[in-house]
């Protein structure tokens, strides 16, 4: 994460290639005065080593320099190798045109519904006008840093927690749109911005997973007194079926009785009114039966 107390400097001292050309001219000048004995020309070249060592420099792929003629706004320069006029010429920012990643986050920062949070989120921006980076604003990577730490206090401040919660694209959304509003006059571009993660008071999350234990648990007596009311529907509509026709309703009992002997694997006993009424006989006729039904296959 950038630190906004520490200012950022970019070095660019000689580069290897303006090192290496001084080197010749400087050989050059010694060998013309070794062989003419001319003093002129060794000052000549000693003068071309020091013009060309401080006056070429090279960028790297991803960067471009901006040049000052005198104070004032020349061009920009880069990326590969370029010249500036030494003394007259002066480089006052290298612009880094990658995409770069700042962390940040918002302490102890009150929802809309008076909530207080901690949110961290990430930024990914470049630089899209060098020009504007280094003349519109002071260490525009500082202030990056403080447009998004900024604009996430104000989101959250106007967005309730279950919102927050539930919705991070919508938020991360409208993150990218207020901090690219206010980045723009430098010429930076936000390509994106993720909340990483909300941290909740422990007071708070306790709070909401006995909420949320509590709504399962209504829900699911929701559930079952629905299927209770669906099943006594049912057996309603069955009774109905059921009421002029007695050969149904015992072929039924018989069934539940069959059923029932069968699963338990042992001898039911049930009222001989009952018996009689389905035509099984006696109590006798009953425990025959199930000592049928239990007798082992062969």
């Known amino acids: 994460m950038i630190n906004p107390n520490v200012p950022n400097f970019d070095f660019h001292g000689p580069s290897p290639v303006s090192m290496f050309l001084a080197f010749i001219l400087l050989l050059a000048g010694g060998l013309i005065w070794f062989m003419t004995g001319w003093y002129g020309w ?6 071309l ?25 020349s061009h920009l320069a880069g990326p590969g190798v370029f010249f500036m006029i030494p003394i007259v010429d002066s480089v006052s920012n290298w612009v880094d045109h990658r995409t770069i990643t700042t962390t940040f986050k918002a302490e102890q920062t ?16 470049t630089v899209v006008d060098a020009k504007k ?9 500082d202030a990056v840093f403080w447009a998004a730490q900024t604009a996430l206090r104000d989101v959250i401040g106007r967005t309730n927690l279950a919102e927050m919660l539930s919705d991070r694209e919508r938020i991360d959304r409208e993150l990218k749109e207020v901090i690219d509003k206010r980045t723009e006059p430098w010429g930076v571009n936000v390509n994106a911005v993720e ?19 509590a ?27 059921y009421e002029n026709n007695p050969v149904a309703l015992h072929l039924r009992a018989m069934n539940i009785l069959y059923e029932g002997i069968k699963e338990k ?12 009424t389905m035509g099984l006989g006696t109590v006798s006729g009953l425990a025959s039966l199930a ?7 062969e």
């Open 291 to 297: 000592s049928t039904v239990n007798a082992p296959k």
């Open 215 to 241: 709504e399962r648990e209504r829900r699911a007596r929701i559930i079952l007194g629905t299927a209770e009311t669906e099943i006594a529907a049912k057996f309603a509509e069955a009774a109905k079926s």
């Open 49 to 73: 080593a020091i013009l060309v060592g401080y006056g070429l420099k090279v960028a790297n792929q991803w960067e471009k320099a901006v040049i000052l003629r005198l104070g004032e706004f």
């Open 42 to 47: 060794i000052v000549i070249g000693v003068f």
């Open 110 to 125: 009150l929802t809309k519904d008076t909530v207080p949070v901690d949110v961290d989120a990430v930024l990914f921006w």
């Open 195 to 213: 909340i990483r993660d909300v941290v909740l008071p422990p007071g708070l999350q306790d709070a909401m997973s006995r909420e949320a234990q």
């Open 265 to 276: 694997g042992a001898m039911v006993i049930v009222p001989s009114s009952i018996v009689e």
């Open 133 to 141: 980076a280094a003349l519109e604003v002071a260490q525009y990577k």
